[in-house]
């Protein structure tokens, strides 16, 4: 009987993360769910079948090393490799401090770089594999006091084509770019504003179809590009954002 594939999701504790495990879990993988946040993982982690939750801090290369290493010894050689990890921190040029810039980057941009570093090498054991980078509609638009986020974001295209390029035929590599998703980050975020709910409804409005995405939309897309189905794709960048910025202001005529 042929093993179950192995999936290790970053970020897997909650938000698209966690609806990424779920789904994999459905589409029955093994899942190695790396997280920060012990009381989520763990808590995932009870919840599905054929998961392992691993403490993990994915912007430190030691800590990566070890969690994929016994991510490797518990289920075996890995097929699948979801970047998801991420915060988001807002300000300008002038208004991020270098330490801000630091740790936005460290978890947005070199974790992807750290944990693709460790699987790669599994994936060629193996003779194939997948790795999603979850980047963002910001790696093509993008809006004031978001300079960090939107420079991490777009970084993940071109390390997206490298590993592509690099590691081909093997290997796939594809970037899932959404729009806003409803997930506890932006949550958090919207609870920094005086009026979290016109903020969510503003956020909704911007999008062509008049709502924001739920993380179980994007996982599906992410399940799907790591499917069998998709693969002749490698090195894109896919756009899951309900329309967002794709219409000119004031292009709509009067009925």
């Known amino acids: 009987m042929e093993r179950k594939k192995h999936a290790v999701v970053t970020g897997g504790g909650k938000g698209v993360g966690a609806a990424c495990c779920r789904i994999l879990s459905r589409e029955g993988f093994y899942v190695s769910i790396l997280d920060i946040d012990q ?6 982690e009870q919840e599905l079948n054929s998961s392992r939750y691993l403490l993990c ?9 070890k969690a994929i290493a016994e991510a490797i010894k518990h289920f075996g050689e890995i ?15 002038t208004e991020t ?9 460290n978890i947005n941009l070199k974790s992807y770089f750290l944990c693709a570093k460790e699987v790669i090498p599994s994936m060629q054991r193996n003779g194939k594999g997948v790795i999603v ?15 960090a986020y939107t420079t991490a974001k777009t970084a993940l295209l071109g390390l997206t084509r490298s590993i592509a390029v690099d590691y081909s035929p093997q290997i796939r590599s594809v970037a899932i770019c959404p729009g806003t998703i409803d997930t ?3 949550r958090n975020a919207l609870s920094e504003s005086p009026d979290p709910q016109k903020v969510f409804e503003e956020c909704e409005e911007m999008h062509l179809l008049k ?28 756009r899951i954002d309900g329309g967002l910025g794709i219409e000119i202001a004031g292009s709509r005529r009067e009925e």
Do not use: C, H
């Open 39 to 44: 009381a989520a993982g763990k808590g995932l």
């Open 57 to 65: 801090d994915v912007s430190k290369a030691e800590e990566v090393r």
């Open 79 to 93: 097929e699948l490799l979801v970047n998801n990890a991420g915060i988001q921190l807002y300000g300008s040029i």
């Open 97 to 105: 401090s270098e330490e801000a810039w630091d740790r936005l980057m």
């Open 133 to 147: 980078n979850v980047s963002s509609v910001q790696a093509f638009i993008t809006q004031k006091s978001v300079a």
């Open 184 to 186: 506890p980050m932006l």
């Open 211 to 238: 709502r924001v995405g739920q993380s179980e939309e994007v996982a599906e897309l992410i399940a799907f590009v790591a499917s069998g189905k998709a693969a002749f794709m490698t090195g894109q960048a896919i």
